[in-house]
């Protein structure tokens, strides 16, 4: 009976605190991430840290690529929604402009939802450009903004074969 006791005990329980390191990169990875993703946009490599490698893991997850994917198609509803007086503090994306790039949010769209390998800088350079309230998105600028930004983005995604 003992020696069963023995045999299961140090199997089953794992003491706490002693997680595998890659566990901890990424519950760290999803912390970091407002400091990892621009330095992966602007180019640092996913293997500079096992933290940079978690975070590209993640982005480039088919999770991730869903929820992007979903994110643009949002986008284009939004802009193409009749204001109305009460919506809420929600910054509503300029319809000039997201017209202006529907070929780019669609190919977009289509390649995240596809099963091609995407690059962790290029997703992390949409996600800037979908989350900043003053970006091409949201601002009346140069109304080919967001259509350059999609295709800088675009050039990024693609992985060379």
Same mark, same amino acid.
Do not use: K, N
């Given at each position: 009976?003992?020696?069963? /006791?023995?045999?299961?005990?140090?199997?089953?329980?794992?003491?706490?605190?002693?997680? $595998?390191?890659?566990?901890?990169?990424?519950?760290?990875?999803?912390?970091?991430? $407002?400091?990892?993703?621009?330095? !992966?946009?602007?180019?640092?490599?996913?293997?500079?840290?096992p933290r940079h490698a978690a975070?590209?893991?993640?982005?480039?997850?088919? =999770?991730?690529?869903?929820?992007?994917?979903?994110?643009? /198609?949002? !986008?284009?509803?939004?802009?193409?929604?009749?204001?109305?007086?009460?919506?809420?503090?929600?910054?509503?994306?300029?319809?000039?402009?997201? =017209?202006?790039? !529907?070929? /780019?949010?669609?190919?977009?769209?289509?390649?995240?939802?596809?099963?091609?390998?995407?690059?962790?800088?290029?997703?992390?350079?949409?996600?800037?450009?979908?989350?900043?309230?003053?970006? $091409?998105?949201?601002?009346?600028?140069?109304?080919?903004?967001?259509?350059?930004?999609?295709? /800088?983005?675009?050039?990024?995604?693609?992985?060379?074969?």
């Open positions: 009976m003992r020696t069963i /006791e023995v045999l299961h005990r140090p199997a089953l329980a794992r003491p706490r605190g002693r997680e $595998p390191r890659h566990q901890v990169a990424r519950l760290t990875a999803r912390f970091l991430s $407002p400091w990892l993703d621009p330095q !992966l946009a602007a180019g640092v490599p996913p293997w500079r840290s975070r590209a893991l993640q982005l480039t997850s088919d =999770r991730d690529r869903r929820a992007l994917a979903r994110s643009l /198609e949002r !986008l284009l509803e939004d802009a193409e929604r009749i204001p109305t007086p009460f919506r809420g503090a929600a910054i509503r994306p300029c319809r000039g402009q997201v =017209r202006h790039a !529907l070929a /780019e949010i669609m190919a977009i769209s289509a390649l995240l939802r596809s099963a091609q390998p995407v690059d962790a800088r290029g997703v992390a350079m949409l996600r800037a450009v979908l989350s900043d309230g003053g970006g $091409p998105c949201y601002v009346r600028s140069d109304p080919a903004a967001l259509s350059g930004a999609l295709q /800088e983005v675009s050039r990024w995604l693609r992985v060379a074969s």
